[in-house]
């Protein structure tokens, strides 16, 4: 079954260093988000991307969040100038023709 | 504004019905999701439902949406102890089905044997 795959699992940056986090999502999907996960509180949508451009982007998608598709299969999030908040676990996700919106198992990344 | 709640926490015995509840705030919203968390784990799309349906059934589970009161459940029907983890609901915003999800906070499912 296709699925959407992250890496890595877990990412452990010092704050200031910059971060990218690579997605895979399932091959004929055309629409690519990234959500967030800070410990104890709820999945926040951070950016939508469709046709090679944002959708979409929430107030926490600041300047020093940048997404890419850098080829046919890679959607990356990359984060400039890592600050300890941004210590959460992200979820790339993709959807197709249909409403599934399928998640990947998601990266932790720990900001020391 | 957008907003999805949810009960916290659920606990039921082995082979009874669990029933999680979710209300949300954007009438204009065309799907509604569940989806389950293990420890660990990423988010596995359960099931959906499209604004104009009811009910939708899927094996074990069923989903019950009432637009007018915009509240959402989602029944498991004889709970096993691997049914244990966190569910989300969400709301697909916009008109389509490619905007962007907004979830509840998630209710903890805890299968006692």
């Known amino acids: 079954e296709p699925e959407v795959t992250q890496t890595p699992s877990h990412q452990v940056t010092q704050m200031g260093q910059e971060v990218i986090l690579r997605c895979v999502p399932i091959?004929?999907?055309?629409?690519f988000y990234w959500y967030r996960q800070i410990l104890g509180q709820k999945v926040e949508f951070l950016v939508s991307?469709?046709?090679?451009?944002?959708?979409?982007k929430s107030e926490i998608f600041d300047d020093q969040f940048s997404v890419e598709r850098p080829d046919g299969s890679n959607f990356t999030l990359k984060i400039r100038s890592t600050k300890l908040e941004d210590s959460a676990m992200y979820f790339c996700?993709?959807?197709?023709?249909?409403?599934?919106?399928?998640f990947g198992q998601g990266t932790r990344l720990t900001v020391v | 504004g957008e907003d999805v709640e949810q009960s916290l926490f659920l606990s039921v015995r082995e082979g009874d019905s669990s029933v999680i509840n979710c209300t949300y705030t954007?009438?204009?919203?065309?799907?509604l999701y569940w989806y389950k968390q293990e420890p660990g784990a990423g988010l596995q799309l359960l099931t959906y439902?499209?604004?104009?349906?009811d009910m939708k059934q899927d094996q074990r589970l069923t989903v019950l949406l009432n637009k007018k009161d915009k509240h959402l459940s989602l029944r498991i029907a004889d709970t096993q102890t691997g049914d244990s983890a966190i569910y989300f609901c969400?709301?697909?915003?916009?008109?389509?089905?490619?905007?962007?999800?907004?979830f509840g906070q998630g209710t903890t499912l805890q299968v006692k044997p």
């Open positions: 439902i499209f604004s104009n349906m």
């Open positions: 991307f469709y046709n090679n451009e944002i959708s979409e």
């Open positions: 091959s004929n999907h055309l629409y």
């Open positions: 996700a993709s959807t197709g023709q249909g409403p599934g919106a399928f």
């Open positions: 954007d009438s204009s919203s065309t799907y």
């Open positions: 969400a709301e697909r915003m916009g008109s389509g089905n490619t905007g962007k999800l907004i």
